[in-house]
C-alpha cells in the first residue's frame, strides 16, 4: 500500500514590516530625537498637543522610507535625520487639520487632538508643525530637497481640498478617486522616498525609482486604509469602521459597490452618502451590501497590483537587506489588518 503526498497549496507571502523597523531603528533614534527637541516651544500648549498625536503609536512609515531609501542607496552621512523628521511634521500636521476638517472623535484609537484641546488650537499647532518642517529643510541646505517637500506639502492640500469638494457626491468616478488619493497620501510617500537619492547624490534613474516605489506604496496603503473602514473582519483588528461612512467619502469600496448595485442598492447609497443613512445600522448594512459585491476583496486586489508596482520599482537596486526590508513593507502594506 502506497500513500499519495498531496501537497500544501503554497501560501502568498504577506509580508512584515519587521525588516523595515529592524533596518531603520538605528536611524529612528535619531529622528525621533530631532522631533522632540523640534517639537518644543515656550507655549506649552504646543509641546503638549503635538506630543499627544506624535507619541499616540503611529508607524511612522514615511520617515522609514527616508531612511530605508538611504540604506537601500548606500548612504552614509547624517542629513536624512533631519529630513526624515521633517516628513514627520508635514504628516502629523496634516492629520491634526484633518482631523479638525472631518471633525473625528478618535485618532489611532485615543481621543483625537481637537476634541481634547479644540479646533483653533488644533490648527494652530499643525501650522506650527509644518513650520517646523520647512526650518528643517532649509538648515539642510538642498534647493532640490526643499522643492521636492514644498511641492508634495502643496500637493497634498490640494488632494485634500478636492477630497472635500467630492464628499458626498455618489457619481465620484474611480478615476477621481485614484487621483485624489495620489495626492493627498502617496505624495508624501514619494517624496519622503526620493529625498535619499538627493541627498545620496543618486542618478536620475534611482531618484525615479525610489519616487516610483513611494508613490505606489502609498496609493496601496490608502487602498488599504479605504478597505478596512468596510472590512467586516477589521473589528477584530482594531480598526474603528465606519468613519468614511459617516463622512459622507466617496472611496474605492462604496464605488465599486454602487456601481455594481441594483436600483434599490443605489438608492441606499444615494442616502447614506448624501448624509440621511448614518446609523449603525445603516453602516452594518452598507457592509453586508460591499461584502455582496466582494468590494473589498477588489480594492484590495487593486493594492496588491500598486504594492507590486512598487516593489518592481527597487528592481534597478541590488538585492541585500535593505531591498527586501522595503518590499516587505509593501507586502505588509496590502496584507495588514489595521
Not at 519587521?18 to 527637541?37: K, R
Not at 543618486?202 to 502609498?218: F, I, K, P, S, V
Not at 472611496?251 to 456601481?259: D, K, Q, R, S, W
Request: charged share 25%; with cysteine.
Amino acid at each position: 500500500m502506497t500513500a499519495t503526498v498531496v501537497p500544501l497549496p503554497r501560501k502568498e507571502p504577506e509580508g512584515s514590516i519587521e525588516p523595515m523597523l529592524a533596518l531603520t531603528a538605528p536611524g529612528m533614534n535619531q529622528v525621533n530625537q530631532v522631533i522632540l527637541d523640534r517639537m518644543q516651544s515656550e507655549v506649552p500648549l504646543i509641546p503638549a498637543l503635538a506630543g499627544h498625536l506624535i507619541s499616540g503609536g503611529g508607524k511612522r512609515l514615511r520617515p522609514m522610507l527616508t531612511l530605508a531609501g538611504a540604506e537601500v542607496v548606500g548612504y552614509n552621512g547624517a542629513r536624512h535625520h533631519k529630513l526624515a523628521a521633517a516628513v514627520e511634521f508635514i504628516h502629523t500636521a496634516t492629520l491634526l487639520h484633518d482631523d479638525v476638517v472631518d471633525g473625528s472623535d478618535l485618532r489611532r484609537g485615543k481621543a483625537a487632538a481637537n476634541i481634547i484641546f479644540g479646533n483653533p488650537a488644533t490648527v494652530l499647532v499643525g501650522d506650527f508643525l509644518f513650520s517646523r518642517a520647512f526650518e528643517l529643510m532649509v538648515e539642510d541646505g538642498s534647493l532640490k530637497v526643499l522643492k521636492i517637500l514644498s511641492g508634495a506639502s502643496a500637493i497634498i492640500a490640494e488632494g485634500e481640498v478636492d477630497q472635500l469638494t467630492a464628499q458626498r457626491k455618489i457619481d465620484t468616478s474611480e478615476e477621481r478617486y485614484l487621483h485624489i488619493i495620489r495626492a493627498k497620501t502617496a505624495a508624501l510617500f514619494a517624496a519622503a522616498s526620493r529625498i535619499a537619492a538627493v541627498v545620496a547624490e543618486c542618478d536620475d534613474a534611482q531618484e525615479r525609482a525610489l519616487d516610483e516605489y513611494g508613490r505606489n506604496l502609498g496609493v496601496a496603503f490608502q487602498l488599504v486604509d479605504d478597505a478596512l473602514d468596510y472590512d467586516s473582519n477589521a473589528a477584530a483588528m482594531g480598526k474603528d469602521r465606519g468613519d468614511d461612512f459617516r463622512e459622507g467619502k466617496m472611496t474605492l469600496p462604496v464605488i465599486l459597490a454602487y456601481a455594481r448595485g441594483n436600483e434599490e442598492e443605489r438608492e441606499f447609497w444615494k442616502s447614506a452618502i448624501g448624509g440621511y443613512r448614518t446609523s449603525d445600522d445603516d453602516l452594518e448594512h452598507a457592509i453586508m451590501l460591499i461584502d455582496r459585491h466582494n468590494a473589498v476583496d477588489d480594492t484590495r486586489a487593486r493594492a496588491r497590483h500598486f504594492a507590486q508596482r512598487a516593489i518592481d520599482a527597487l528592481s534597478i537596486f541590488p538585492d541585500g537587506k535593505a531591498r527586501q526590508a522595503m518590499t516587505q513593507a509593501a507586502l505588509f502594506a496590502v496584507a495588514r489588518g489595521y
